[in-house]
């Protein structure tokens, strides 16, 4: 053999090689779902892909709807069969075994022939349909149902079928209404509504969801009963006929869809100012994070005059826009002077209402929303009294998930980490931290007030309260209760100045009396220092 010769056969060994990596790799990309070596494959490798039984990779495919539209996109040959102990199978005769209906799905819609009337989707027995139906509902499979209608004359639509098209509210409208159209002709409006395990019916789901031109056609076309839920809405119907575009408006805004918004406000005439759900579309708007659309709601359709409205869970726009960190509507809103509550800062670290210029350094609930680096920045009097207390213990009893930086931050800016509350306030008793974090069940700041050093056995300096009278006060778990008792050695029947017990400052729990009883020999009849037991006490 010549050299020249020795070269070509070189590389024809070569190219066959490359050929059987590129297939082993891309065809167990395809197996495994893996994408990315599929995407990144050339549309002619993805048609050429062969393998010794003469599959190609859409016999492969299953389970990956992203993977088949790579394929179907590159057009691998749609009807290449099998070899003959394969039973000569095309792609779609493989789906149909695998009962890989979203593949089928997409392989009709791509023009995949069924020649031969001895397919399963052919034989397939007609309780079989009923699920098969149901699951092409839920993959929103029109194709596939449409073949079946076409196809399958025997196949009557059932009960269940329609209450799978109630729930999935996404499947094609136009095909619904013709598969209830068919369900009336076949006589369905005799048989009993199909209930899942809640008892609700496809009227019930429909209902819920206001799609009041379905529950219309099951009430006077498939004679479902109508319900109480079923005559409110029609009512609301007749009192608002725009009533389904004032839906879809809400939803638009949610989305952001700003040109659309636009268009259906002015198309329809709609009032932007109309509620639905509880709600108006600015405060939808706000949640979507599209500025433009929410300076076009406030400038165009008069919401600068409603700027603090609140929806039925008490949120405005400003509250959305800073739980869903839209930086740049939450300034808008700020210049349009909206409200800002300090413990929505609280639920929107990534977002700032304000700037530190705009701080009331003398408003305890506006500094215990900022973190430890705006803390930092900000000229606070870490010593001036509120109602009776400090920052330090303001921040203990209202923020219920502590910010573990920023409350070390707080413990710092006082020499002494048992600082008191002001006993001369009529609010306060001269309680620590450590008291507060126990009154108020706080059990992150009480963990780390204990880390810092904070004396567990310091008393109030009014009446002479103990860490377990301030336990008990705050309906402590037993847990804590027991650790200290059994742990930090307290006396179950130990006496504050006025000589009583924590049954005096105990919430009436009778299971919790009974096991102190028990456990720890508790006295419920100890009288005070004037005589009095919990009883005159609490009459």
């Not at 059932?158 to 598969?179: G, H, I, K, M």
């Not at 742990?487 to 029947?493: E, H, K, S, T």
């Not at 049954?503 to 456990?519: A, D, G, H, N, T």
Request: include cysteine; aromatic fraction near 8%.
């Amino acid at each position: 053999m010549s050299p020249a010769s020795e070269l070509r056969e070189l590389r024809n060994a070569f190219d066959r090689f490359s050929v059987w990596i590129l297939l082993r790799t891309v065809g167990i990309a395809v197996l495994h779902h893996d994408l990315d070596p599929v995407r990144q494959s050339s549309v002619e490798e993805l048609r050429s892909i062969t393998d010794c039984l003469q599959r190609n990779l859409l016999h492969v495919v299953h389970g990956s709807k992203e993977i088949a539209d790579l394929l179907l996109s590159a057009e691998v040959p749609l009807e290449q069969q099998c070899v003959g102990q394969l039973n000569h199978w095309t792609p779609i005769l493989v789906a149909i075994e695998r009962k890989d209906w979203p593949l089928v799905d997409r392989l009709l819609a791509k023009g995949a022939k069924l020649s031969t009337r001895q397919t399963k989707l052919h034989t397939m027995p007609v309780s079989e349909l009923e699920e098969l139906v149901c699951d092409c509902i839920v993959e929103n499979c029109k194709t596939l149902i449409v073949w079946i209608l076409e196809n399958r004359p025997d196949y009557r639509i059932t009960q269940q079928n329609v209450y799978t098209l109630s729930v999935y509210e996404e499947f094609d409208a136009d095909l619904l209404f013709r598969l209830l159209t068919l369900a009336e002709k076949q006589g369905l409006t005799g048989t009993d509504p199909y209930r899942y395990i809640f008892d609700n019916s496809a009227l019930d789901n429909v209902v819920e969801d206001e799609r009041f031109e379905l529950a219309s056609f099951l009430v006077e076309r498939l004679y479902f009963k109508a319900t109480d839920a079923f005559n409110e809405l029609h009512q609301q119907y007749e009192q608002n006929p725009q009533f389904n575009d004032y839906k879809r408006l809400h939803s638009l805004c949610r989305d952001g869809e700003f040109a659309m918004v636009r268009q259906m406000i002015e198309e329809k005439c709609l009032d932007a100012q109309q509620e639905y759900d509880g709600s108006n579309i600015f405060i939808q708007a706000a949640s979507s994070g599209n500025l433009e659309l929410v300076q076009y709601l406030c400038e165009t359709h008069g919401f600068h005059a409603r700027i603090n409205d609140r929806d039925e869970h008490g949120f405005t726009a400003m509250r959305q826009a800073m739980v869903q960190g839209h930086q740049p509507i939450v300034l808008y809103l700020r210049k349009l002077n909206a409200m800002v509550n300090p413990s929505w800062m609280q639920q929107s670290s990534n977002v700032s209402a304000v700037a530190d210029s705009e701080i009331d350094t003398e408003d305890f609930l506006v500094l215990i929303a900022c973190d430890q680096e705006r803390l930092a920045r900000l000229s606070i009097d870490y010593n001036r009294y509120e109602g009776g207390e400090l920052l330090l213990h303001c921040y203990i009893r209202y923020v219920d998930e502590p910010d573990e930086d920023t409350f070390r931050f707080l413990i710092a800016q006082y020499d002494n980490v048992d600082i008191r509350t002001d006993a001369s306030s009529e609010l306060r008793c001269g309680e620590t931290p450590l008291h507060l974090a126990y009154q108020s069940g706080n059990k992150r700041c009480r963990e780390i007030l204990l880390e810092s050093g904070a004396d567990i056995y310091a008393k109030s300096l009014r009446h002479g309260l103990t860490t377990l009278h301030f336990a008990i006060m705050g309906s402590a778990e037993r847990e804590i209760i027991e650790q200290l008792l059994d742990v930090y050695g307290f006396d179950v029947n130990t006496r504050d100045e006025r000589g009583r017990t924590i049954s005096f400052y105990m919430p009436v729990k009778s299971e919790q009396y009974r096991w102190l009883i028990e456990r720890h020999q508790f006295d419920p009849c100890a009288v005070d220092n004037n005589g009095q037991t919990v009883l005159h006490h609490r009459i």
